[in-house]
């Protein structure tokens, strides 16, 4: 089977499913659709794709099959449920699983899936709905890595980038869970430095404008996962002349926003562990009697 003439399928059409779907449905190898909400699926069929009856109708017209619904529970009932897509699908389907899920959901339906010939591939997405509907999406994809060469041609159509997390299926998942647990706690940091910043009577709003300036031109915190482990660096190692001086000034500035913080009363939880975490965190831990 060649590249163009793959089939592909889609399950679950919402805020991120139906713009992943529709730009899917470019394919020239064709692509069909099921959703329980109808206009869902009438938008689709407008952009080009063809409507399932069910799922096990979707699974015997397509070789490539995307999945996008709530939870667990829904994941295994579109694969594994009764009339569901490992009912009909061929031996040598691939289901990608883009929900994010517990990483143990998807090698249990790997393993579930295996004994049919069929692949599944957790395979999450980052991005959201804006990335969906501008085809920017990061897709993170654990299994095969010969399963994961055959997404990677159709996927452009949605995804700027797909990443092969590794040869276990759950690594995408748990790719996912380690950018999430960043992307979170920086929404918590975020409230906490915004009371700062407004006890001081800063425009909470301004200052916005001014993180999301500086950290498109930094890269934010994503520009120190350069490293290849989180060990501590060796005092030779080219690593340690660029954050060494990174630890200099965190532990600096981090001083100051809490000094300012205790002035003007503002409890700030998350710079406390920051300034007592910061130098081991980033790989250059003080020695014994050093000061921070």
């Known amino acids: 089977m060649s590249e163009n003439t793959i ?20 394919w020239e190898g064709g692509m069909t659709v099921f959703d329980l909400a109808d206009d869902a699926v009438a938008k689709l069929v407008d952009a080009g794709a063809v409507k399932a009856d069910s799922l096990a109708d979707l699974a015997a017209k397509a070789d490539i099959i995307g999945i996008c619904v709530l939870n667990d529970a829904q994941v295994r009932t579109v694969i594994a449920g009764e009339g569901g897509l490992l009912s009909a699908a061929a031996p040598g389907t691939i289901i990608a699983i883009h929900s994010t899920i517990g990483p143990q959901t998807a090698i249990d339906l790997a393993a579930e899936a295996a004994e049919k ?20 999406l990061a897709v993170m994809v654990g299994g095969p890595r010969e399963a994961y060469s055959r997404l990677k041609e159709p996927y452009k159509l949605t995804a700027e980038m797909l990443v092969h997390a590794g040869d276990e299926v759950g690594a995408g998942t748990k790719m996912k869970l380690a950018r999430n647990l960043l992307h979170f706690i920086a929404f918590t940091a975020t409230a906490e430095a915004s009371r700062l910043a407004e006890a001081a009577g800063i425009d909470i709003t301004k200052l916005g404008k001014v993180v999301r300036h500086t950290d498109s031109i930094t890269g934010g915190a994503g520009s120190i996962m350069l490293r290849e482990n989180t060990a501590p660096i060796e005092s030779d190692d080219f690593w340690y002349g660029i954050f060494a001086p990174v630890r200099t000034l ?21 710079g406390e562990i920051a300034l007592r975490d910061f130098a081991a965190a980033i790989g250059v831990p003080h020695t014994e009697g050093e000061s921070a």
Do not use: F, H
Request: hydrophobic share 45%; net charge negative.
């Open 7 to 26: 089939r592909l399928g889609y399950v679950g059409l919402g805020n991120i499913g139906g713009p992943m779907a529709t730009s899917l449905a470019k």
């Open 117 to 136: 010939g069929v692949v599944v591939l957790d395979a999450p997405i980052s991005g959201g709905a804006i990335g969906a509907q501008s085809g920017r």
């Open 250 to 270: 965190g532990e600096k500035d981090l001083s100051l926003a809490l000094e300012l913080g205790k002035d003007l009363g503002v409890d700030l939880p998350l």
